[in-house]
């Protein structure tokens, strides 16, 4: 009977607040808290979206907002299937720690704890995590998303990045996260963690 309810679990996608994750999003993906080699705190956070459908999104429009009333607005980007789109505070590499961005934003600031939302047209929210003490939060280290499938609000969807970048902080910027995961296992238990919780 545990092996059917298992198997049931491992094909049905994720929820958020009792909603189905849709495949068809884009996901907030990777976030930069507390940067350790950038120039000053601020200079070196940064924010990275996945494309997690098949097809071309335009962003235009879109915006990312925190719990504080800050706001990033998007501007017209069209954001390829299956590709990453990386927002930083600044986009000078010797400052920021060493990323390339693809958005350059201003007076927003990632907290140590939080919420972030990515809202799309007509305010849908497209995607939101909110967190606190019990995430993987550390300086020199970005939250890396485990799998963009995955529960966004969660803690078990979210580890601390294996790879070095730029300067030397860790973190994936515009490529696959390093504690990327897909099997069964991991899925099936994700899953069973949010939905008893």
């Known amino acids: 009977m545990i092996l059917i309810f298992l198997l049931i679990i491992a094909q049905t996608p994720p929820m958020i607040d009792g909603d189905l994750l849709s495949s ?4 907030l993906n990777e976030f930069m808290a ?15 979206l996945f494309n997690n459908t098949n097809d071309w999104i335009n962003l ?4 990312i907002e ?3 009333g800050q706001k990033i607005i998007l501007a017209t980007y069209l954001l390829p299937p299956r590709s990453y789109y990386v927002l930083a505070a600044c986009g000078d590499e010797s400052l920021n720690g ?4 693809n958005h350059v934003y201003g007076n927003f600031t990632i907290h140590d704890s939080g919420r972030i939302s990515l809202i799309g047209n007509f305010r849908t929210i497209i995607d939101e995590i909110e967190y606190d003490a019990g995430w993987s939060i550390q300086t020199g280290f970005s939250c890396e998303r485990i799998n963009p499938g995955w529960v966004s609000n969660h803690a078990s969807s979210w580890g601390l990045s294996l790879n070095t970048f730029g ?27 949010a939905f008893v919780e």
């Open 98 to 101: 060493g990323l390339t961005p």
């Open 24 to 27: 068809n999003s884009v996901v």
């Open 167 to 193: 300067n030397g902080d860790m973190g994936t910027p515009g490529a696959q996260n390093s504690i990327y995961e897909n099997s069964f296992a991991q899925n099936s238990w994700a899953f069973i963690k």
């Open 34 to 48: 507390h940067p350790h080699n950038s120039c000053t705190e601020a200079d070196g956070e940064w924010i990275e």
């Open 60 to 63: 235009s429009g879109w915006t």
């Open 66 to 68: 925190n719990n504080y």
